[in-house]
């Protein structure tokens, strides 16, 4: 009786229960993108990272560089103020493949790092960030494999059709008259299924126009100097501050289409079409130093005695460049991919998957002088001196000239720059006081086309046994080729004559734009005129720079990969100890010919002499992997992860571009040919990494996680000297082909390794668990510290491009009845990163650490509960509402600033209707 009175009390319960209508909760919004996010990364078989749809649309984020940046061991560097390159866990860009629906991606970026502003993140579906690999993973990256993924419609319970807009405006005022500060942004998407739901189909168009300013300080270098008193200290040698403006304009096209004529057939075409063109306004003026012409006395120069750095100094009789500089970068990614699920019966099930994807880009960056007079000694100089108030903001200069007089300041090169024998003969000034005075102006040209097709052939079987629960087997193949072409044009004003017209000219009314300011460097105003339309009318005269520089020609370039794969997984099921073990035993075979076609280089009798090169360099990798997960409990789970990962060289290391020299007498190695330049023989770095990591999943909302990685390096690339076969290159000379064809190069080699580790420490904590009056209001946060030992193939110490020692990340939120809010903090440590530097050459820089705060509040008229206005939320959005600056640094002394970057702040006013 005693027993029986419980149990019949419950089964009475139950009936009641069972009787009533039950109340089901769903959580939606960014707390059901949580839930989401959580449970893909609880049940994934490796260590992965996942963004749910949600995540991305609600962010104020122009790109997903933004929303990844923000995960446990990623971080991002921002290049003209929007965060595009992403690292892992102290890795560069370079070293993660980034996968699109599974298919690796090509890139609009000189190498093979994606830039993530190129993809829209208002039509993805999620991210999934690979830590560990497995055999089936198409992309091959030493520190992870990023994969963004569209929608499925046929998993999508209901029609939808949805608008989202919002209006962008900068925090600076337009800092170019005719620059942009404010934007827009649109995005319509549309998801239905048809004929009784075997046909489904997802449409999304998204429209975005967006501006972007910054106040820049760039410094050309800081050479040593001796005052009056003998002291020395780093001085500036040269300045180029200026003010840019920016609208990045992007139109993006996604559609799926998904067919399941039966429950053994799903059949899936994806295409995704993006027209990219990034406009840039920039004006300034370049400012030689202590490199210029003008005389710098002891007696003016202050040295910081704790820093050895000339603080301040005056220099008189200095000549200035001022620049009004136009730059159009235009891209278009074309993807397409079908994949093909068949269930032959009930033990095997066939996986076929082809993709295409293209990118084009072209780059169109116009530089253009004007000052007081042409040449070095004519016109009117200025007394210039600057003060560096401390810190990392650059220097602050005092002058005497007024730079926004059209009467003083006209068109033309007010210094000797750009030396070339094709100018001087073009102008017939050879041997005259105006030789090597013809360089008005400068423009770079170089152009990217990146192509990509892959085919993948698996098969999966189901094995009856207590540890196999299935086994794939798969073949791939892929093929790649990508193109640079490199040309850049010398300006010369159409109306200079010599003799009768060696001077300048005034900028024609109709092309003055009025001033922009250069008051934060304390330069006042400057002449601001329309660059573009002076160029397009005539006013310049273009000659190749290709005809007396070589170095054109050494970055234009052809590398060709086909990689052939096949892989074989066996998916763990079993028990270990009692305790539940799946995951994932596999290796993956890969087979890689390349080839570089480029130019062997020689300038004879100052011109540039060309001969085609073809290189080809054959290899293969076997690549292991484990992974293992083991559920203490319905909460705890311990995962274990070990695998030999590659990343491939970058694409213009690759190249077979050289500059070339044929001697009748041998070098050192018995070599008649040395060239120097890009390596067609390099192979992939190679990684050993082990993963060990505790999940503690307490809650649907929350969980916290500790990690610990490590990985052994080797075969890295670094500065060194190698041998290549010359076959079929002539001396140029002579024009025929040499007995020995072998040359001593100069360029990158592989070798030299070392060791990386770091620990991750994350958690997602809904504060209802602590009291149920805060339900709604939850924190997210991170912790990553890495640490390197890595030296090179001359054992000499080597810090990884794009390794911060801490990543630090946060997110406060609060979501409830429609109310929503979140404030979020990125931080990173000091890293080496890329840029851009001289003629589009990638240029590694000292990049100071960063933190950078983005908030939003918004409100949900649906989830409050207000007829009528269901489907409809509002959102006010912001980033970087610190003004967090982007800094870079030359040499070891802090105020030594290469960059400083003032971006401001950006905000966002929008909506989101959902039908």
Not at 48 to 76: F, H, M, N, Q
Not at 384 to 407: E, K, P, R
Request: aromatic share 10%.
């Amino acid at each position: 009786m005693a027993l029986s009175m419980p149990l019949l009390a419950e089964e009475t319960a139950a009936k009641e229960v069972s009787e009533q209508e039950v109340e089901v909760i769903e959580v939606k919004g960014f707390r059901g993108s949580l839930i989401e996010s959580i449970n893909k990364k609880r049940f994934s078989s490796s260590v992965v990272e996942t963004i749910s749809a949600e995540d991305i649309g609600k962010l104020p984020d122009s790109s997903i560089a933004e929303s990844l940046a923000r995960l446990p061991g990623l971080a991002a560097q921002r290049l003209d103020g929007r965060a595009s390159k992403v690292s892992i866990r102290g890795f560069g860009e370079n070293e993660s493949a980034t996968t699109f629906n599974g298919r690796e991606q090509v890139s609009i970026g000189d190498n093979r790092g994606v830039e993530f502003d190129l993809y829209p993140s208002e039509i993805m579906s999620g991210v999934t960030v690979y830590k560990t690999p497995n055999a089936t993973i198409e992309g091959e990256g030493i520190a992870g494999v990023i994969d963004m993924q569209t929608v499925k419609p046929l998993s999508q319970s209901e029609r939808v059709i949805q608008f989202n807009g919002q209006l962008e405006q900068t925090s600076f005022d337009k800092l170019n008259p005719d620059g942009n500060d404010s934007g827009f942004r649109g995005t319509f998407a549309y998801m239905d299924k048809f004929a009784d739901d075997t046909v489904g189909v997802a449409f999304a168009h998204s429209r975005m126009s967006s501006p972007n300013q910054e106040k820049r300080w760039n410094a050309w270098g800081y050479p040593e100097f001796t005052n009056g008193d003998g002291t020395t200290g780093s001085i500036l040698g040269g300045a180029k501050p200026f003010v840019r403006s920016s609208t990045l304009d992007r139109d993006s096209t996604m559609l799926v289409v998904e067919v399941a004529p039966n429950d053994k057939l799903l059949m899936t075409f994806d295409a995704l079409y993006v027209d990219f063109s990034d406009e840039k306004i920039l004006r300034g003026i370049e400012v030689p130093f202590a490199w210029g012409q003008g005389s710098i006395s002891g007696d003016t120069a202050t040295i910081d005695p704790d820093t050895g750095f000339v603080t301040s100094a005056i220099t008189q009789g200095q000549r200035v460049v001022v620049r009004n500089d136009y730059e159009e970068r235009n891209a278009e990614l074309t993807s397409f991919g079908f994949n093909a699920k068949y269930d032959l019966n009930d033990d095997w099930a066939l996986d076929f998957d082809v993709s295409y994807s293209k990118v084009e880009r072209e780059t169109w960056s116009v530089e253009s002088y004007s000052g007081t007079g042409r040449g070095d000694a004519r016109g009117v100089a200025d007394n210039l001196g600057y003060t560096f108030d401390g810190g990392n903001t650059g220097a602050t200069f005092t002058h005497d000239l007024d730079y926004s007089d059209f009467n003083l300041i006209q068109l033309g090169g007010p210094l000797s720059w750009g030396w070339s024998q094709a100018l001087n003969d073009k102008f017939g000034v050879t041997g005259t006081e105006y030789e090597n005075q013809l360089q008005d102006g400068f423009i770079n040209a170089p152009s990217i086309d990146d192509e990509l097709k892959a085919i993948k052939l698996a098969a999966t079987q189901v094995i009856e046994n207590d540890v196999i629960a299935s086994i794939t087997y798969g073949f791939s193949y892929r093929e790649r080729e990508k193109v640079k072409e490199s040309e850049g044009y010398f300006m010369t004003l159409s109306s200079f004559s010599y003799p009768d017209n060696p001077g300048m000219m005034a900028v024609p009314e109709q092309y003055r734009e009025g001033t922009a300011s250069l008051g934060f460097i304390g330069m006042g105003d400057m002449i601001a005129y329309d660059t573009q339309g002076l160029i397009r009318d005539g006013y310049y005269d273009l000659t190749r720079e290709s005809l007396t520089n070589s170095s054109h020609a050494t970055k234009s370039w052809s590398v060709n990969e086909e990689v052939t794969a096949l892989f074989v997984q066996a998916d763990i099921d079993t028990e270990i100890g009692g305790f539940p073990v799946t995951g994932n035993l596999g290796v993956r075979y890969v087979q890689t010919e390349q080839s570089s076609r480029g130019s062997a280089i020689q300038t004879i009798d100052q011109k540039v002499v060309t001969t085609p090169t073809d290189i080809s360099h054959d290899y293969s990798n076997v690549l292991p992997s484990l992974n293992l997960s083991m559920r203490i409990d319905d909460e705890q789970t311990l995962r274990f992860g070990i695998a030999k990962t590659i990343s491939r060289a970058r694409l213009d290391e690759m190249n077979a571009s050289v500059n070339a020299n044929y001697s009748q007498q041998v070098d050192d190695n018995g070599n008649n040919w040395s060239i120097s330049g890009g390596n067609p023989l390099l192979e992939p770095k190679e990684a050993l990494g082990v993963d060990l990591s505790y999940e503690n999943y307490f809650s649907d909302e929350g969980y916290f996680s500790t990690a610990f990685f490590w990985k052994d390096l080797d075969q890295w690339i670094f500065d060194g000297k190698y041998e290549v076969d010359m076959s079929g290159v002539v001396n140029p000379e002579t024009g025929n082909i040499p007995d020995n064809p072998i040359a001593s190069g100069n360029g990158k080699v592989n070798g030299g390794g070392g060791t990386l580790w770091g620990y991750e420490l994350s958690v997602t904590f809904p504060f209802k668990i602590i009291d149920e009056r805060l339900d709604g209001f939850g924190l997210i946060a991170s912790h990553t510290g890495v640490k390197s030992n890595i030296d090179d193939h001359n054992s000499n110490d080597y810090e990884l491009p794009g390794l911060s020692s801490k990543i630090q990340n946060l997110t406060f939120y609060y979501e409830k009845e429609g109310i929503q809010f979140r404030t979020s903090m990125r931080k990173r440590g000091d890293f080496k990163g890329d840029v851009y530097g001289l003629g589009f050459t990638t240029t590694q820089v000292d990049i100071v650490g960063e933190t950078v705060w983005d908030a939003q509040i918004g409100y949900d008229f649906g989830e409050a509960g207000i007829e009528g206005l269901e489907g409809l939320s509002v959102f006010l959005q912001g980033y970087n509402l610190t003004a967090e600056p982007f800094t870079s640094l030359q040499g070891e002394n802090a105020l030594q600033v290469r960059d400083y970057q003032d971006y401001g702040r950006t905000y966002l006013l929008g909506f989101s209707y959902k039908l």
